[in-house]
C-alpha cells in the first residue's frame, strides 16, 4: 500500500489511514503469536518445541520491540513518510492559492479594462456600479483610478441623485486624493442654490456631507458659504440637518462661529424641530466654551424649546447639556419650568432622562 499510494491532495487522508490499519493490524498478529505460543507451552507443559510458526525467533522478538517501542514514543508507524505527505500537500495548496490570486488579479484588470469609457453608462444600474466600485478599489494607483474617475465629470448632478451612481460618487470621495475631488465641488456650485437642493435630497446629501469631511476647509470654503446662506432651513429640514452638523464638526472656526449665531437667534424654530433638537445637541457638543453659554441661555429663554428639547432622542442629550453649562438662577429656573411639565416629560422615553437627572442633581444638591 505504502509504495503504490500517490500521495496527491485527494488521496492522502485515505491512504494514510488504510496504512495505520494495515500497520497496526500486523502488529497485533505478531504480539498475538509470539504470546500466544509462549502460552500453549507453558500450558500443555510439553517439552516438545513449539513450531517454530507459532513462536518467533529472537529476531522476531527484537523486531517487534523495537515496533512497540516507536509506537508508544511516536504514536504511528509511519517513520517520517507522514512528515513528507504533509510538505507534499502544504505545497500543493500554496500553488493552488497563488493560482487563485493571479486569476483573481486577472480579472480584477479585465474588469478596469472593460469599464474605460463605460464608467458613467455602468455606473448607473444596480450591477455596473457595483463593477465600477469593484474597479476603483483594485485600481493599480492613484492616476488608474482617477482616470475612471474622470469619466464622471460633468455628471455630477445626475450621478448624486440616482439609486445607483450615488454610490460610485462615494466610493471616489472615499478613495481619491482630495484634490481630484475638485470637479464634485465646482459642479455642485455650478447653479445657484444645487448645493442647498442636495444637502436636502435622499440621496445626494451623502455626496455634500462627505465632501464636506474629507476635503480641506480651503477646497470646501465656497461650498459651505452656500449651506450658511440656508442654515435656518437645512437645521430644520429632516435630510438637510446632518449637513449642518457635518459643518458643526468639521467647519472652521469662523463657520461655526457664524453657524452657532444663526442658531441662537433662531433657537426656538430650530428647537422645536425634531431635526433641529439634533443641531442644537451638535452645536453644544462642538461649540466653543462661551457659545455653549450662549446657546443654554438662548434655550432658557423659551420654556417650549427646553420641554420640546426633553422629549427628543438628541434633544434630551442637549438639555443635560444645557442644564449643566446653567449655573446658580439660570439653573434653578430652568429646573422651575421642567418640574410644572413633569408629567409630560415621564410619558416621554427622553423626557424620563431628564426627569431622573433632575432629581438627581436635586438630591445632590440638597
Known sequence: ?????????????????????????????????SQGGEDIARASGSQHPVPAA???????????????????????????????????????????????QSESESSDMDCYASLVGQVWLRAQD????????????????????EALVAELHGHVAKAMRCPHANHVLQKCIALVRPEALQFIVDEL??????????AKH????????????????????????????????????????????????????????????????????????????????????????????????????EPEVLISLATHRLGSVGLVQVLELLENQERERARASLLEHVDVLSSSKFGEVVVEWLCSSSSSSS
Open 54 to 100: 507459532v513462536i518467533p525467533s529472537e529476531d522476531h522478538r527484537h523486531r517487534r520491540g523495537l515496533i512497540a517501542e516507536h509506537v508508544a514514543c511516536y504514536g504511528d508507524v509511519h517513520f517520517g513518510r507522514k512528515v513528507t505527505r504533509s510538505a507534499t500537500t502544504t505545497s500543493f495548496c500554496s500553488t493552488a492559492d497563488t493560482d487563485r
Open 189 to 198: 456650485l455650478a447653479r445657484s442654490g444645487l448645493a442647498v437642493v442636495a
Open 202 to 301: 435622499r440621496y445626494a446629501c451623502r455626496i455634500v456631507q462627505h465632501t464636506v469631511r474629507k476635503c480641506p476647509t480651503s477646497q470646501t470654503a465656497e461650498l459651505v458659504e452656500a449651506l450658511l446662506k440656508d442654515a435656518k432651513v437645512l437645521a430644520c429640514h429632516s435630510i438637510g440637518h446632518y449637513t449642518i452638523q457635518e459643518v458643526l464638526e468639521h467647519g472652521t472656526e469662523d463657520q461655526r462661529y457664524r453657524l452657532i449665531r444663526t442658531i441662537e437667534r433662531n433657537v426656538r424654530s430650530i428647537g422645536l424641530s425634531t431635526s433641529g433638537s439634533a443641531v442644537v445637541h451638535a452645536a453644544l457638543s462642538h461649540a466653543a466654551s462661551d457659545d455653549k453659554i450662549w446657546i443654554a441661555r438662548a434655550v432658557l429663554q
Open 1 to 33: 500500500l505504502a509504495q503504490g499510494s500517490d500521495w496527491d491532495s485527494t488521496g492522502e487522508a485515505s491512504c494514510v489511514v488504510a496504512e495505520q490499519k494495515c500497520t497496526m493490524a500486523a502488529l497485533s498478529v505478531v504480539v498475538s503469536l
Open 126 to 145: 444596480s450591477e455596473g456600479c457595483r463593477q465600477v466600485q469593484a474597479a476603483l478599489e483594485a485600481a493599480s494607483s492613484d492616476v488608474a483610478r
